[in-house]
């Protein structure tokens, strides 16, 4: 759980801030991975190159359009519709039969027009939903699609006072990228549950394939209210992270209950998040939806989603993460956590779906879900790293299915493997590391260990369990890890009695 900062004396812990009612509403901007803008042909990244050597210079990625300039003709990007129909489809939105876009009027200086294109009278899906972990259904109001403004730089300026910079500086760079604007009900009643919604949403993103992490941008905007002021809700805009999402959520109810408490009345307001204070701050009362004057956008004609187009689209369709893990449960036996685990990550639900094919299905999520994880996060690797694939993992639990190896050697082998590949077979055959199932010689090293530690063998007797413990684990040093802890076990209680 997110660090919550110091509110008021009367609000200590998460739970004392959620004991009154509170209404959590989010609006998500997601960021699509083309390759081309929303309405031009500029690119949406800097080149490989130019990002390696930051040469990404401001405004260098813009045409008449992206600017604004007066006679250019927006020209709608095919591959948008696309995506978007995806994420509808994954968030069991229904489709409208037409894509319709508006302008949404509003005079700030990350808009060369005075507009932004979106969508507003109808948008390209609604009322969908989504399953959090828990089971509960966030209801999905829209996901329409719009462009993103560009961004402005504040020299000498703060965060939370922009007024104070002596200039503005625009990068139209960002003017124009695609996005998808996904809107919950106002359903969800705790930063956990924002937190969760959040992370549900970004591994579809992943497994639809429309959602860049490393070059793409995920921001939120939460609508905040609370029981004790009438819900006179405060929207929170541009938190980045989810983390972030979640501390900003704790701050934000946190300080309405004390504005009520102290006899403050609230008001409709935009409000910014301040990571390094962490604190919300007023930038201006909340606009309303009237104030934006929405007008269908004369120079885009409405696009037909046909059936025939939606049946492309699904048939394109991955399997979620969600089917992966009623799969995982239901036909391999494998626990909820662990099928949970294994298809967080496509990676690593593709790799466990390639290897459970060879091998026991059971041993390969074990396997994939800790081992493999674990030597991961040791060397700070992520699955687009990862230089093994399925037939490194394959021969390897092979090994250990058919007793070839212990597991403690497999640990080690593993290790290896995820710094250079090899054939484990090959390494196990040329190193002899394979299990010593020879009982009599396994007898032998233990009586070895016992005659080399007497003392701890007089502990043990006594009843210090852990004694046994240091002798089993000086045998497995004599064998290379070569014998298996049971069988050490075993031995070792009959030889002590």
Same mark, same amino acid.
């Given at each position: 759980?997110?660090?919550?900062?110091?509110?008021?004396?009367?609000?200590?812990?998460?739970?004392?801030?959620?004991?009154?009612?509170?209404?959590?509403?989010?609006?998500?901007?997601?960021?699509?991975?083309?390759?081309?803008?929303?309405?031009?042909?500029?690119?949406t990244q800097p080149t490989k190159k130019q990002r390696e050597q930051g040469q990404d210079v401001p405004n260098s990625r813009t045409c008449e359009v992206c600017l604004g300039m007066p006679g250019s003709k927006p020209?709608?990007?095919?591959?948008?519709?696309?995506?978007?129909?995806?994420?509808?489809?994954?968030?069991?939105?229904?489709?409208?039969?037409?894509?319709?876009?508006?302008?949404?009027?509003?005079?700030?200086?990350?808009?060369?027009?005075?507009?932004?294109?979106?969508?507003?009278?109808?948008?390209?899906?609604?009322?969908?939903?989504?399953?959090?972990?828990?089971?509960?259904?966030?209801?999905?109001?829209?996901?329409?699609?719009?462009?993103?403004?560009?961004?402005?730089?504040?020299?000498?300026?703060?965060?939370?006072?922009?007024?104070?910079?002596?200039?503005?500086?625009?990068?139209?760079?960002?003017?124009?990228?695609?996005?998808?604007?996904?809107?919950?009900?106002?359903?969800?009643?705790?930063?956990?549950?924002?937190?969760?919604?959040?992370?549900?949403?970004?591994?579809?993103?992943?497994?639809?394939?429309?959602?860049?992490?490393?070059?793409?941008?995920?921001?939120?905007?939460?609508?905040?209210?609370?029981?004790?002021?009438?819900?006179?809700?405060?929207?929170v805009k541009n938190v980045t992270g989810f983390k972030e999402i979640e501390r900003a959520l704790f701050y934000e109810v946190g300080r309405q209950q004390k504005a009520v408490d102290s006899g403050e009345r609230l008001?409709?307001?935009?409000?910014?998040?301040?990571?390094? $204070?962490?604190?919300?701050?007023?930038?201006?009362?909340?606009?309303?939806?009237?104030?934006?004057?929405?007008?269908?956008?004369?120079?885009?004609?409405?696009?037909?989603?046909?059936?025939?187009?939606?049946?492309?689209?699904?048939?394109?369709?991955?399997?979620?993460?969600?089917?992966?893990?009623?799969?995982?449960?239901?036909?391999?036996?494998?626990? $909820?956590?662990?099928?949970?685990?294994?298809?967080?990550?496509?990676?690593?639900?593709?790799?466990?779906? $390639?290897?459970?094919?060879?091998?026991?299905?059971?041993?390969?999520?074990?396997?994939?879900?800790?081992?493999?994880?674990?030597?991961?996060?040791?060397?700070?690797?992520?699955?687009?790293?990862?230089?093994?694939?399925?037939?490194?993992?394959?021969?390897?639990?092979?090994?250990?299915?058919? $007793?070839?190896?212990?597991?403690?050697?497999?640990?080690?082998?593993?290790?290896?493997?995820?710094?250079?590949?090899?054939?484990?077979?090959?390494?196990?055959?040329?190193?002899?590391?394979?299990?010593?199932?020879?009982?009599?010689?396994?007898?032998?090293?233990?009586?070895?260990?016992?005659?080399?530690?007497?003392?701890?063998?007089?502990?043990?007797?006594?009843?210090?369990?852990?004694?046994?413990?240091?002798?089993?684990?000086?045998?497995?040093?004599?064998?290379?890890?070569?014998?298996?802890?049971?069988?050490?076990?075993?031995?070792?209680?009959?030889?002590?009695?």
């Amino acid at each position: 759980m997110a660090k919550i900062v110091p509110m008021a004396k009367t609000v200590n812990t998460a739970t004392e801030i959620f004991t009154s009612d509170v209404v959590i509403g989010l609006e998500i901007h997601v960021q699509l991975d083309t390759e081309s803008k929303l309405f031009c042909g500029c690119a949406t990244q800097p080149t490989k190159k130019q990002r390696e050597q930051g040469q990404d210079v401001p405004n260098s990625r813009t045409c008449e359009v992206c600017l604004g300039m007066p006679g250019s003709k927006p020209v709608f990007n095919e591959k948008v519709l696309q995506y978007a129909l995806k994420l509808c489809l994954a968030l069991n939105c229904a489709i409208a039969p037409e894509l319709i876009f508006s302008r949404k009027s509003y005079f700030y200086p990350d808009l060369a027009k005075n507009y932004q294109i979106t969508q507003y009278e109808k948008p390209l899906g609604s009322n969908g939903f989504l399953t959090l972990p828990t089971g509960k259904k966030v209801g999905i109001t829209r996901v329409h699609i719009e462009e993103d403004p560009a961004s402005l730089v504040h020299p000498g300026g703060n965060l939370a006072n922009a007024s104070s910079a002596s200039s503005v500086l625009i990068d139209y760079n960002r003017s124009g990228i695609p996005l998808c604007e996904i809107v919950t009900t106002p359903t969800i009643t705790n930063p956990e549950e924002a937190r969760a919604f959040m992370n549900k949403l970004i591994i579809i993103l992943h497994y639809l394939g429309i959602f860049d992490e490393k070059n793409s941008v995920i921001k939120a905007d939460a609508n905040i209210s609370i029981k004790k002021s009438g819900y006179i809700r405060s929207e929170v805009k541009n938190v980045t992270g989810f983390k972030e999402i979640e501390r900003a959520l704790f701050y934000e109810v946190g300080r309405q209950q004390k504005a009520v408490d102290s006899g403050e009345r609230l008001v409709l307001d935009t409000r910014g998040w301040d990571p390094n $204070k962490g604190l919300t701050f007023r930038m201006r009362t909340k606009e309303t939806e009237a104030d934006y004057g929405y007008i269908l956008d004369t120079d885009l004609v409405a696009i037909d989603v046909t059936q025939d187009l939606l049946t492309q689209i699904k048939h394109e369709m991955p399997e979620l993460a969600d089917a992966k893990i009623a799969k995982y449960t239901d036909q391999h036996g494998i626990s $909820k956590l662990d099928a949970e685990v294994l298809a967080q990550e496509k990676k690593l639900a593709e790799l466990f779906e $390639k290897v459970s094919k060879k091998v026991d299905p059971l041993l390969a999520a074990k396997w994939l879900r800790r081992e493999l994880v674990r030597v991961m996060n040791y060397n700070k690797q992520t699955f687009d790293d990862l230089l093994i694939d399925e037939t490194h993992m394959i021969e390897l639990l092979d090994l250990i299915e058919k $007793k070839v190896i212990t597991e403690h050697v497999a640990q080690r082998l593993l290790e290896q493997l995820i710094v250079k590949p090899f054939s484990p077979k090959a390494y196990v055959q040329k190193q002899g590391l394979g299990a010593l199932s020879d009982n009599k010689q396994i007898e032998k090293i233990c009586k070895e260990v016992i005659a080399e530690n007497p003392s701890v063998v007089q502990d043990y007797k006594k009843g210090n369990e852990k004694s046994l413990h240091f002798l089993i684990g000086q045998v497995m040093r004599k064998t290379q890890g070569k014998a298996t802890p049971k069988e050490v076990n075993e031995i070792m209680k009959k030889l002590l009695k």
